[in-house]
């Protein structure tokens, strides 16, 4: 990744790194002994909106060269690239709140009460991404960041990561 590491990782609850890998030995094999297609990354919210830099999740370690397909396991958080910083937290988690407040009542809030607003709101941000990786590294621009949205929390949340692969343009 290019550009500067800022911000606070907002992460509680999985030790210094915040980051877990569910399924996977230490060798990075699943359960079968086999290399998976799939990694898992947990994460843990302590407010119920919480906007927190997960960049550090993906430049700790190197990946294929290609794209990384990174999806949010949940339909209540959402996933997005911004800028990293105490000050853009408060902005994006303000205007999470606003832009589906004055939406309501909604239909399915009858019968899933509670949260029916987080569910909106993560359809139209969007729960995955898709980041370049070249030499090994995130391929990202100078302040862009790798994002998590909470909508609903706090809560323990899970990442699913598939590496795409790709073979040189010619």
Known sequence: MRGPGSGDSGLSGLGQSGLGQSGLGPSGLGPSGRPTALLR??????RSRQAIDITH?????????????????????????????SEMFEDYERVAARLVSGHGPFQHETWNPGNAQAHVLSSFLGTQLLLPVT????????????????LDGPRRRSLA??????????
């Open 41 to 46: 990354l947990e994460l843990s919210s302590s």
């Open 57 to 85: 999740l993906f430049t700790a370690r190197t990946w294929p060269d290609g794209l990384l397909l990174v999806s949010v396991e949940h339909t209540t958080a959402a996933l997005f690239l911004g800028e990293s910083g």
């Open 135 to 150: 030499d090994g590294r995130l391929d990202l621009g100078t302040w862009q960041r790798v994002i998590f949205l909470e």
């Open 161 to 170: 990561v598939a590496s795409l692969a790709t073979q040189p343009l010619v």
